[in-house]
T-cell receptor
Framework: EPEVTQTPSHQVTQMGQEVILRCVPI?????FYWYRQILGQKVEFLVS????????KSEIFDDQFSVERPDGSNFTLKIRSTKLEDSAMYFC?????????????FGPGTRLTVT | KQEVTQIPAALSVPEGENLVLNCSFT??????LQWFRQDPGKGLTSLLL?????REQTSGRLNASLDKSSGRSTLYIAASQPGDSATYLC?????????FGTGTRLLVSP
């Protein structure tokens, strides 16, 4: 069964460093998303991406964050200068459609630890 | 701003019980509602999706209902098993993004 994959599973970085989290969405999906979950808190939407551009972003997704689809299969989230509060589980998701029948499929997540 | 609440926050039951998890949301203008399962330290597994025009969806021992006008959904799990132990999240869709609840942590003991 097709699935969303994410690498790495765990990333440890020092404050101020840049990190790139990678995702491979399901191959025929057109809509891509990043969410994050700080330990013990709700899963929060960061950004949605379609047709090579951001279609919606949350207040969390400030200038420190960027997303890219560098080729036909990968979807990346870059954090330019990490802060302690960026420590969280980051989930990538994809969907084939938008609207009422759009089911989002999630990857296993990347645990980011900023020290 | 959409707010999603789930009760109870935690539930502990013996194996074999039927149980109901509740989800409520403040803005009824949703496209769909998804129920997910999250195992500790793992990703989210989609269990059921109910479109805004639907009232109910079933998958195996799981049945989810949606009452959009009152802003409520329930997830019914029949004949619970220890393998059902996980956190169950509901999420409502506002066209693109999902807004998640805090989840119900379920423990089914043998």
């Amino acid at each position: 069964e097709p699935e969303v994959t994410q690498t790495p599973s765990h990333q440890v970085t020092q404050m101020g460093q840049e990190v790139i989290l990678r995702c491979v969405p399901i191959s025929n999906h057109l809509y891509f998303y990043w969410y994050r979950q700080i330990l013990g808190q709700k899963v929060e939407f960061l950004v949605s991406f379609y047709n090579n551009e951001i279609s919606e972003k949350s207040e969390i997704f400030d200038d420190q964050f960027s997303v890219e689809r560098p080729d036909g299969s990968n979807f990346t989230l870059k954090i330019r200068s990490t802060k302690l509060e960026d420590s969280a589980m980051y989930f990538c998701a994809s969907s084939e459609l938008q609207g009422p029948s759009a089911e989002q499929y999630f990857g296993p997540g990347t645990r980011l630890t900023v020290t | 701003k959409q707010e999603v609440t789930q009760i109870p926050a935690a539930l502990s039951v013996p194996e074999g019980e039927n149980l109901v998890l509740n989800c409520s949301f403040t803005d009824s203008a949703i496209y769909n509602l998804q129920w997910f399962r999250q195992d500790p330290g793992k990703g989210l597994t989609s269990l059921l999706l109910i479109q805004s025009s639907q009232r109910e969806q079933t998958s195996g021992r799981l049945n989810a209902s949606l009452d959009k006008s009152s802003g409520r959904s329930t997830l019914y799990i029949a004949a619970s098993q220890p393998g059902d132990s996980a956190t169950y999240l509901c999420a409502v869709s506002g066209f693109q993004k999902l807004v998640f609840g805090t989840g119900t942590r379920l423990l089914v003991s043998p």
